[in-house]
């Protein structure tokens, strides 16, 4: 059994080395930590990903191809596309290839703990562009976010 405290130096930037990109991706929203839940090769394991965002921050509108859910812990989030503030405790559930946000977190900021039914699916997002293009982008590598125009202001989870 495995034990991570928050406090830590050990609880945050749990990246496995195959998913190494998504620290550089993430630095926006950090501290951010992800687990495996499950065999890393196996890109249908599930992955847990815990993540704070700034004050204001704004995630774009996106997709993945799993079932996703997440919970608020800390601070609170707005959903664009329901026109709704999300608290700590609430939840939200994504089908697969659902489209969601843009997500704007609070004014204390917000972290958020994402479950995603596959490795695979938490790493791949199809991202909607400001001009409505949808573009298919690999987290774990940031040129990708780079070569849509998506890194450094806004990124997609």
């Excluded at 406090?7 to 990109?21: H, I, L, N």
């Excluded at 499950?38 to 704070?52: K, S």
């Excluded at 774990?140 to 890194?151: C, E, I, V």
Aim: glycine share 8%.
């Amino acid at each position: 059994m495995a034990y991570y405290i928050k406090d830590s130096e050990d609880y945050w930037d749990r990246y496995p080395d195959r998913f190494a990109g998504m620290r550089v991706v993430n630095a926006q929203v950090s501290p951010s930590t992800m687990h495996v839940l499950g065999d890393l090769d196996v890109d249908t394991t599930p992955v847990a990903l815990i993540f704070t965002m700034p004050a204001d921050f704004e995630l774009v509108r996106h997709s993945h191809d799993c079932e996703r859910f997440e919970i608020i812990l800390e601070g609170s989030l707005y959903s664009k596309e329901a026109d709704l503030w999300l608290h700590v405790g609430d939840i939200m559930r994504v089908q697969p290839g659902e489209m969601y946000g843009p997500h704007i977190a609070g004014a204390e900021g917000c972290r958020t703990l994402e479950v995603f039914s596959t490795v695979t699916g938490a790493t791949w997002a199809d991202v909607e562009l400001p001009n409505g293009e949808i573009v298919r982008v690999n987290m774990a590598k940031p040129s990708d976010l780079t070569d849509a125009g998506l890194y450094t202001d806004t990124i997609a989870h």
